[in-house]
Nanobody
Framework: QVQLVESGGGLVQAGGSLRLSCAAS????MGWLRQASVKEREFVAA????????YYADSVKGRFTASRDNAKNTVYLQMNSLKPEDTAVYYC????????????????WGQGTQVTVSS
């Protein structure tokens, strides 16, 4: 059973920063996705299956950074220069295969953490 436990969400003003963490029960191909109200879940950032490469959605490129600590089986999402449109529930997820940017490729999901950016 794959377990993913997220932490680090909260309320921040526009231009501020937050760091999300996701502790996994093992080592997997991980991604960060988000879902704003009345919108579909969307890709934010992900690691390749090998864990070497990182990918970002255009909307967060240059502002968000995904990193990982393999010794702790933990991935992070550092979010800087936050905008109100970044407001969403953020999920970490693990996939066995498939396209990193497709939410349907992810097999396991964390519980989600709310990020709210005020203007």
């Amino acid at each position: 059973q794959v377990q993913l436990v997220e932490s680090g969400g909260g309320l921040v003003q526009a231009g501020g920063s937050l760091r999300l963490s996701c502790a996994a029960s093992g080592r997997y191909a991980m991604g960060w996705l988000r879902q704003a109200s009345v919108k579909e879940r969307e890709f934010v950032a992900a690691f390749s299956l090998s864990g070497v490469s990182r990918y970002y959605a255009d909307s967060v490129k240059g502002r968000f950074t995904a990193s990982r600590d393999n010794a702790k089986n933990t991935v992070y999402l550092q979010m800087n220069s936050l905008k109100p449109e970044d407001t969403a529930v953020y999920y970490c997820a693990a996939r066995k295969a498939g396209t990193y940017s497709d939410p349907r490729a992810y097999d396991y999901w964390g519980q989600g953490t709310q990020v709210t950016v005020s203007s």
